[in-house]
């Protein structure tokens, strides 16, 4: 038996829904500009001959997802859980023959989960940060 109670329970669900579309739609939209406004850096690791080392892979795009092949970029490693503890010098990210690929080695100092500091100060500059673990 449908009453006016329920009428009205349906109308204020409906109102509800409709209220949400447009404003889920509103907060995504900027979301997605700034993602695409900024160069992004991507990066696989790799085991290396010494246990303690990993070899960086790294990808870097710009914007509009091209290659950036002349970046200059310094990767620091930093240990969160032990604070000043350690002071890996840091290192320059190697061009590939591939255009926006770059390699790197890195030697983070003992086991355990360690913070890449990424960051690229030309062409453009940008600066991010990568949790590793090594075991
Ligand atoms: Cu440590």
Redesign the pocket.
Known sequence: MVTRLSIARLLLTAALGLGWLPHGLASDTPAAHATSAAPKIEWVLKPSKNSLERESIITITDRAGKPISNAKVTISLD?P??PG??HVPPVLATPTSTPGLYTALLRP??V?EWTARIEMSAPQRLKIFKKFNVD
């Open positions: 240990m859980s032990m503890a350690h100092e003992m355990g």
